[in-house]
């Protein structure tokens, strides 16, 4: 087979790039020689130059150098950099094209000759090499303009796919950045004559639209908006590299950041994220990940690409990618080998990024103005960091228009600068139809430093916390325009600006860990104003209706506005179904909208914040609840319609090609959040916790207090329409996770076959020849599916086996394997052994299969052709490109089942319904000071934070499953009250209550979620379920 090539061991850093100092790497520099030493002591001839190098800059125009022709690459490096001037050169590099075609950059280490085959012919270019996940990183306003160029190149290279509306929005500020204020003919003239994207005549509409509201915008605000927008596409900084899995199905790879990227297509499948990754290495053509052990047996990625050229590549730069971005110091020197060396002893050889800003900070070295040079030209002066727009002004996460999911930013309003322009000062540059670009490069000025005073008194309204922002962007549709538009709430939530969804960093959802940065901190005095509002344990109990009914509203918009601009947008829902589905959910939608405002007034008044003489008549919920439930009975036929609303649009994605890849494409958007379906089910769990914070209320009250009859009526009328759709409600649970499953598992068709239950999902360990290995097991009422999860970039399941109910047999069989918690399982196909956790987990998986067997006994045939219609060998085959736990969203609570070793029943999922919360607490981390303040929702065993109550879409989440929920003890040195501590392993978070009943409400809620109740005997007739607990 060959040794390993080339091999790298990911150090890891606790945490976060910027974690706690560990040995740092190592460098093919020579002990006590630093970078520049090592040139200087390169073979060179001194003076030498006769090595003509044609560079393409990021702006187009071509700059001649002549070099030594044995030079290095640093040094040719390094020419660009003083060239330019450059401060933050580390994020960039030089690149150019071999044979092959594809682009490889040069290496400062190696002479150019000995990497470029004809140095004097080749076009090599200058382009960003390492791209930060937050443009606020980046300290110098230059550096800022040279990456907006960066994303103009890639735009037009479409290696930065997105929708059209966001790449109307990205030209729309790059016009702004170069020709100034909106001006039509001006600007279709522009366009005419700069190709910023292939066929941009389509779109040419909207980029004028767009421009046009960016009037007063300078080009500094223009070039971060154009960041701020970039950095939040799937494709920001990506540089496919093709190739295959162990399978041989085609796929992408790709290094950012965060670590090794997946992709199939243009979507990405799977994240190698560097803390879970052990070695790197390159063998031949293979591609190898070495990941730490997350269960018995360790997980080795191997991944085949095109050549051991391409392969060695690629490799080079996730060496370079980790240095970077994870480690903090340059890479210390590696002795060199007396006799021989094994494998390549390639490494980064620059500057980290923790380095790079804190020289950055530290040098104190004065910075000169610059000139902008475009056809409207705006003088603007190098500042302090201070001075130009930066992560901490609170950019918007983007306008949402529902039209256009993919994140995009809307500009705030400034001053227009009064400064005069500033004469243009000549450049010698190549001439080519491709750099027709009227933005030339920067120059700088040496003495003069005083900066507009106009365009400062711009910063300064911009970092106001009044600024005026940008409401929102036209509705293409008449039917969601009126939707949207008619809220007597003046809920909006298609066109909000949201300002506190500041810059998070990508892809928040796929870490369960909330960044401590940015967030509000609460003082002592926020203390005294909690002081304020009343005390009764009913005005919190109406508070949580309120926090509730409010995440609630959100989730229906997920349906009502955001899934609906989706189909509409690309007629994609059969007219009969779009108005099955909205006929239903509308109404109840702007129910609940009204229901809202009354709920918001009463809590007003409660807390005494009008002018109201008379407070008491106010003190109360239950004549609001008793009125609306009244009302709410109305729609009771609309919630058993569900039922068919659900049936249908699973047979319609099925049957509709196009409805199908909507359906995908939305459920990968932020704002779905849960599994699509799980949003039409919301309406009939309101209820049940309707009918759970009424009997609190009426538990509380006291049969004399004024409030307790409508409170006691009301909980009659929510009664009596739970008990006619518990049953659907069951049904409707059971749909929903086995068309989740669906997606989920590889190697089964049909799963939602009529007559199908799902009774329990969990890990197991299966004994086999190499030991016990860890599988995924899901009990069906026909039948036992066992799984492994695949590591080559699906997060899909693929079927091992499967066995039938009938006749199976279960026992206990700890003494014969000397295995702990074990058991074996009979049936007519084969027999495996399996192993539990815990004994606790062998109790409820035991008792799970004697319930499902004792039902198979009783059912006909049929269970046995749902069997053979419905599994299928397709082990070989790629799933569809439907792929849940990916992109902007966590993992499902299958996968969380797999990672914490967890099972969950149909129960457990109907419990959770019962134990759903929403509200502000206050968050502190393990080593954090100080307490950050989160909208925190709780659903699906897993808290989702938000920094407010209004924002469409989390910022991060934290599934739950493996947590223990318990109060802090005398070491964990909390010195507040109502604090409750969540602990999985070494992961403790503090969170904080505003009062007794809403921490022991959290308490509550988390501890039921997280421990199983009773068994999935509730699939039992009445009578069967009575005779099974006897």
Request: with cysteine; hydrophobic share 35%.
């Amino acid at each position: 087979m060959g040794e390993i090539e080339g091999t790298y061991r990911v150090l890891q850093t606790p945490g976060s790039r910027l974690g706690a100092q560990k040995t740092a790497g190592v460098s093919t520099l020579e002990s006590g020689q630093n970078l520049s030493a090592a040139m200087a002591s390169s073979p060179a001839r001194a003076h030498e130059r006769d090595l003509p190098v044609r560079i393409r800059m990021l702006d187009n125009t071509v700059e001649v150098l002549d070099i030594e022709s044995k030079c290095y690459g640093q040094t040719l490096l390094t020419e660009v950099y003083k060239h330019l001037n450059l401060i933050e050169s580390d994020y960039f590099g030089i690149e150019f094209q071999n044979i092959q075609s594809y682009w490889i950059w040069l290496e400062p280490m190696k002479p150019v000759i000995k990497q470029v085959r004809r140095p004097k012919t080749t076009m090599l270019r200058l382009a960003v090499k390492f791209f930060p996940p937050d443009p606020g990183q980046l300290q110098e306003e230059y550096t800022r303009y040279l990456f907006a160029l960066q994303i103009k190149r890639d735009l037009a290279e479409e290696r930065l796919t997105c929708s059209d509306n966001t790449a109307a929005l990205l030209v729309s500020h790059l016009l702004q950045s170069e020709i100034g204020d909106f001006d039509e003919s001006e600007d279709r003239e522009h366009l005419k004559t700069n190709q910023y994207l292939p066929n941009q005549e389509r779109i040419e509409g909207k980029i004028l639209e767009f421009h046009r509201k960016h009037v007063g915008q300078t080009p500094a605000e223009s070039d971060f908006q154009v960041l701020e927008i970039a950095r939040k596409l799937e494709m920001y900084g990506i540089r496919f590299h093709l190739a295959s899995d162990r399978e041989g199905t085609k796929i992408n790879l790709a290094v950012s950041h965060m670590g090794v990227l997946v992709f199939q297509g243009n979507t990405k499948i799977n994240t190698f994220n560097w803390s879970k990754v052990r070695k790197l290495s390159f063998k031949r053509k293979r591609f190898l990940i070495k990941l730490h052990p997350e269960g018995p047996y360790q997980d080795t990625l191997e991944f085949l690409l095109g050549s051991r050229d391409e392969c060695k590549n690629f490799w080079k730069i996730c060496v370079e990618y980790h240095t970077f971005f994870r480690l903090f110091d340059q890479p210390k020197p590696k002795a060199k080998a007396v006799f021989f060396t094994r494998g390549s002893s390639f490494r980064y050889s620059g500057r980290t990024q923790k380095q790079l800003v804190d020289y950055i900070k530290d040098s104190g070295m004065k910075r000169t103005p610059y000139e902008r040079r475009h056809s409207k030209v705006r003088a603007s002066t190098r500042a302090s960091n201070t001075d130009v727009p930066k992560q901490s002004v609170p950019f918007t996460e983007g306008l949402r228009t529902p039209g256009s999911p993919a994140s995009t930013a809307a500009p705030f309003s400034s001053v227009r600068s009064s400064a005069s322009p500033a004469p243009v000062l000549p450049i010698f540059a190549e001439s080519s139809p491709s750099s027709l670009d009227p933005r030339a490069p920067y120059t700088r000025i040496p003495d003069k430093t005083t900066a507009a005073p106009a365009e400062e008194a711009g910063r300064n309204l911009m970092q106001q916390p009044g600024s005026p922002m940008l409401q929102g962007l036209p509705v293409d549709h008449p039917e969601l325009s009126s939707l949207v538009l008619k809220s007597p709430l003046g809920l909006t939530p298609a066109f909000q600006v949201n300002l506190n969804a500041a810059a998070q960093g990508s892809s928040p959802l796929l870490s369960p860990v909330l960044s401590d940065a940015g967030g509000a901190r609460i003082e002592e005095d926020d203390e005294m104003k909690r002081k304020r509002y009343p005390s009764d344990k009913a005005y919190f109990i109406a508070k949580e209706i309120l926090a509730t009914e409010r995440t609630y509203l959100k989730d229906l918009e997920v349906i009502t506005v955001w899934f609906r601009s989706a189909v509409i947008k690309e007629n994609a829902m059969p007219e009969g179904l779009m108005t099955l589905l909205f006929s239903n959910i509308d109404p109840i939608y702007e129910f609940h909208r009204g229901f809202l405002k009354e709920i918001e007034q009463r809590l007003s008044l409660w807390e005494g914040r009008t002018n109201a003489h008379v407070k008491g008549d106010f003190q109360r919920i239950g004549d609001v609840m008793l009125r609306n439930m009244r009302i709410l009975k109305e729609f009771t036929s609309y919630l058993q319609k569900h039922d068919e609303v659900l049936t249908e649009l699973e047979k319609a994605t099925k049957r509709l090609k196009k409805l199908e890849m909507v359906y995908k494409e939305f459920e990968l958007q932020k704002v779905c959040y849960l599994p699509l379906n799980t949003f039409l089910l919301k309406p009939i769990q309101r209820l049940m916790h309707y009918k759970l914070i009424l009997g609190r209320l009426c538990k509380h009250y006291t049969a004399e207090h004024r409030d307790f009859a409508d409170c006691r009526n009301a909980l009659k009328e929510v009664t009596e329409m739970t008990s006619q759709l518990q049953n659907s409600l069951i049904r409707l649970e059971n749909f929903q996770k086995l068309t989740e499953l669906q997606h989920d598992l590889i190697g089964i068709d049909n799963l939602t076959a009529p007559g199908r239950e799902f009774i329990r999902e969990g890990c197991l360990y299966k004994l086999t020849k190499k030991g016990l290995q860890q599988r995924m097991f899901f009990l069906f009422s026909d039948m036992l599916l066992y799984t492994s999860k695949g590591v080559t970039g699906t997060n899909q399941f693929k079927i091992h086996g499967h066995l039938s109910l009938h006749g199976m047999l279960v026992e206990e069989s700890e003494n014969e394997w000397a295995v702990p918690h074990c058991f074996t399982i009979y049936s007519a196909q084969k027999t495996i052994v399996v192993a539990a956790s815990t004994r606790l987990e062998m109790g409820k998986w035991m008792e799970d299969l004697n319930v499902a067997i004792e039902m198979a006994k009783k059912s006909t045939e049929k269970s046995e052709m749902l069997l053979e219609n419905s599994v299928c060998n397709r082990s070989n085959k790629l799933p569809p490109r439907y792929l849940l736990g990916q992109a902007q969203r966590p993992n499902t609570i299958t996968h969380v089942c797999w990672y914490r070793n967890q099972s969950l029943s149909l129960s457990d999922y109907l419990c959770m319904i019962q134990n759903q919360l929403s509200g502000y607490l206050l968050r502190k981390f393990k080593n954090s000071n100080g307490w950050q303040k989160l909208w925190v929702v709780f659903t699906n065993f897993c808290l989702f934070f938000y920094k407010t109550h209004q924002d469409d879409y989390p910022l991060a989440s934290l599934p739950l499953l493996g947590y223990t929920v318990s109060s802090p003890v005398e070491a964990d040195g909390i010195q507040k009250d109502y604090v409750f501590k969540l602990q999985f392993k070494s992961h403790v978070y503090f969170f904080r209550a505003e009062s007794k009943y809403t921490f022991e409400r959290w308490m509550e809620v988390i501890k039921r979620a997280t421990s199983s109740p009773a068994r999935s005997s509730l699939l039992l007739p009445k009578e069967e379920k009575d005779s099974h607990t006897d």
